[in-house]
């Protein structure tokens, strides 16, 4: 870890790479919160409204990284950070690099040792929120990476939201990132997909979202109830008097058949009912459906899977 730098003269508290919608956003937060600002972004226009209520914009990626601490950088992905600190030469000496591009673990590892290579103190980190809800203090920003320089920074990072530390390993922030992600798409589209179905019934979405919504947030997606969950699936305990995955297997095949019979897409309930198949032919059968996670666990080659 470095020494906290003093940003020096005509040095700025923080540094912000990449004003696209989030970058700008990151901007605004640190602005509004009275800290000295320096920006930079390929489209030099985009810093117009940022350089109006105070803030320093440089021509040089070099003389953006070089006049503070800490510069967090927001671009589209890890190919075009690399790209873009490239051009800084040596100005990384003594700074602090926080990432907030999302991509993958294996990515965010890459750049830690690209980081460390140039004796550099880096973070990487995920956000969790879209842009108008950075700098709320419930806004979830997760961070990987050496613990003391987490502990250095959050106060900076505290200006954007809710600062989590996940550990020492860089690729945490963007593998919760994904899961957490992962769990959304799953989610919507179950939602999307129940709105089909009755849809197709000529049933509009906005009566199904009432009855659904009303029914799923307390019944199935209780957060109580899952996290109840949480110690079996650490211990792999799951008890199949209430419903086995052989039940669960039945219901799911006439989701599949429902959707073929009122033509609707079937891929995805399709897939679910493969999923379970693979469990049961794990030998999870008798067990409840949250024995499915012994299936994700795998790999598909695994499981018999396809995918
Ligand atoms: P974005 O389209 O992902 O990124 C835009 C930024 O990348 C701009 O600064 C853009 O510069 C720069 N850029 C793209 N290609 C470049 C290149 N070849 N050379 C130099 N700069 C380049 O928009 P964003 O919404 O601001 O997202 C930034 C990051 O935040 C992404 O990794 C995204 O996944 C993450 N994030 C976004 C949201 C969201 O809701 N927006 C939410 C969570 C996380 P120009 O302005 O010059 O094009």
Known sequence: MKDQHSSGQNGTDVTVIGLGPMGSALAEAFLGNGRSLTVWNRTPGKADALV??????????????????VTIMCLND???????????????????????????????????DWAAERDLDYLDGAIMVPPPLVGHPESVFLYGGPRDVFDQNRATLALLGDPRYLGADPGLAVLFNTALLAMMYATLNGFLHGAALVGSADVPAVEFAELALGWFMPVVLAPASLAEQAPNLDEGVYPG?????????????????TSVEQGVQSDLPRLMKEL????????????????????????????GGSR
């Open 78 to 112: 890890y190919t075009t950070m690399y790209r873009v600190l490239d051009s800084a030469g040596g100005a990384f000496e003594g700074r602090t690099l926080v990432n907030l591009n999302s991509g993958t673990p294996a990515q965010a590892r890459a750049a830690a």
């Open 52 to 69: 109006a209520k105070g803030a320093n914009r440089t021509t040089t990626v070099a003389e953006a990284v070089a006049a503070s601490p």
């Open 241 to 257: 008097d209430l419903g086995t995955m052989e039940m669960n297997l039945n219901a799911l095949e006439h989701i599949a058949r």
């Open 276 to 303: 379970a198949e693979q469990a049961i032919a794990l030998g999870h059968g008798a067990e409840n459906y949250f024995a499915m996670f012994e299936v994700f666990k795998k790999s598909a080659a695994e499981t």
